[in-house]
C-alpha cells in the first residue's frame, strides 16, 4: 500500500498571500496524483489530475507540480472561497486508492 | 451531465448491517465504474473498494474484506454498497464515486452527495 503525507497539517495564512501544500508519496507514483478541496459538510472537489492538469473551472491561481514521490499543490493568492481542507490522491497503484490526511488552510 | 444520487442517512445499532445506494444518471451506466469513499467525523478520505459496473468485478480494501459487499443493478442504474457488522467507527459519512474514464479509475470528478451513516447503541 502506498502511503500519502501531506503537510503541514494546518497552514495558516492571509488572504492574498500565497499557500504551498506538499505531498509526499511512500514510493513513486509517477504523475497520477490528484488534488481535492473540501469545505465543510461539502463533497470533495476535484482541482488537480496528472499532477499539474487543473481540472475543469478551477481558476489558475491553483497550480500543482511534481512527480515521482514529491509534490505541491500552490494557491498563488488565497482568496476567502479558498479556505477549507486540501487532501492528496495517488492512483498509480491500486487497490488500494489511497489518500493523504488532509491540509487545513485557515485564515491567518 | 452526470448525476450520482445517494439514498439518504441511516442509524444503525452495533452489529446490524447498513446499504447504502447510489443512483447514476447522465452517462452510460456499464462504461464506468463505481468506487466508495467515506469519511468519519472530522476525519479524512478513506476508499473503501471498487465495482465494475460492467461485469460487476470488484476490488475491496482490505482493512474490510469480510464485511463489504458492492453491487450493482444495471436495469435501475444503481450501485450499492453493504457493510455488515457494524462498529462505532464505521460512523461516517459514505459517498460513492464515478471512475474517471473507461480505462481509468481515478481521479474522482463525479461524486454522490454523501450518506450519514450512525452507528450507536
Known amino acids: 500500500e502506498i502511503l500519502m503525507t501531506q503537510s503541514p497539517a494546518t497552514l495558516s495564512v492571509s488572504p492574498g498571500e500565497r499557500a504551498t501544500l506538499s505531498c509526499r508519496a511512500s514510493q513513486s507514483v509517477r504523475s497520477n496524483l490528484a488534488w481535492y478541496q473540501q469545505k465543510p459538510g461539502q463533497t470533495p472537489r476535484l482541482l488537480i489530475y496528472g499532477a499539474s492538469t487543473r481540472a475543469t473551472g478551477i481558476p489558475a491561481r491553483f497550480s500543482g507540480s511534481g512527480s515521482g514521490t514529491e509534490f505541491t499543490l500552490t494557491i498563488s493568492s488565497l482568496q476567502s472561497e479558498d479556505f477549507a481542507v486540501y487532501y492528496c490522491q495517488q492512483y498509480n497503484n491500486w487497490p488500494p486508492l489511497t489518500f493523504g490526511g488532509g491540509t487545513k488552510v485557515e485564515i491567518k | 451531465q452526470v448525476q450520482l444520487v445517494q439514498s439518504g442517512a441511516e442509524v444503525r445499532k452495533p452489529g446490524a448491517s447498513v446499504k447504502v445506494s447510489c443512483k447514476a444518471s447522465g452517462y452510460t451506466f456499464t462504461n464506468y465504474g463505481i468506487s466508495w469513499v467515506r469519511q468519519a467525523p472530522g476525519q479524512g478520505l478513506e476508499w473503501m473498494g471498487w465495482i465494475s459496473a460492467y461485469n460487476g468485478n470488484t476490488h475491496y480494501a482490505q482493512n474490510l474484506q469480510g464485511r463489504v459487499t458492492m453491487t450493482t443493478d444495471t436495469s435501475t442504474s444503481t450501485a450499492y454498497i453493504e457493510l455488515r457488522s457494524l462498529r462505532s467507527d464505521d460512523t461516517a459519512v459514505y459517498y460513492c464515486?464515478?471512475?474517471?474514464?473507461?480505462?481509468?479509475?481515478?481521479?474522482?470528478?463525479?461524486w454522490g452527495q454523501g450518506t450519514l451513516v450512525t452507528v450507536s447503541s
Open positions: 464515486a464515478r471512475d474517471w474514464s473507461y480505462d481509468s479509475l481515478a481521479p474522482f470528478n463525479s
